[in-house]
């Protein structure tokens, strides 16, 4: 079970850490992904990481903006978000998965979202 946090409203520019806590079992053998939904269009990947870290991907948007990590020992995954714009605004998903793949399909266990809203 997933559980995402650390959405609100925040200008553009601004910095956001989303957080997922994993429960029920050891997620460390899952890759961990993080997927958002704007209002109208369909789920798109944005990051993800492997089972122990230093392998990382992220959508092109994201790329020098975000950054992915993850404690093993906490069962937790993050999401730091850097010069957020207003296109980033929608609800992020955490995600575990068998295999680092940017389809949404291939991931096994979803956190419940967490919404952010970029506005001036």
């Known amino acids: 079970q997933l559980q995402a946090s650390g959405g609100g409203s925040v200008q553009p520019g601004d910095s956001l850490r989303l957080s997922c806590a994993a429960s029920g079992e050891s997620f460390s053998n899952y890759v961990l992904a993080w997927f958002r939904q704007a209002p109208g269009r369909e789920r798109e990947f944005v990051a993800d990481m492997g089972w122990f870290g230093g392998r990382t991907d992220y959508a092109d948007f994201g790329e020098g903006r975000f950054i992915i990590s993850r404690d093993n020992d906490k069962n937790m995954v993050y999401l730091q978000m850097n010069d957020l714009k207003a296109e980033d605004t929608a609800i992020y998903y955490c995600?575990?998965?068998?295999?680092?793949?940017?389809?949404?399909?291939?991931?096994?266990?979803w956190g419940q979202g967490t919404l952010v809203t970029v506005s001036s």
């Open positions: 995600a575990a998965g068998f295999m680092p793949l940017r389809d949404s399909t291939k991931y096994v266990f």
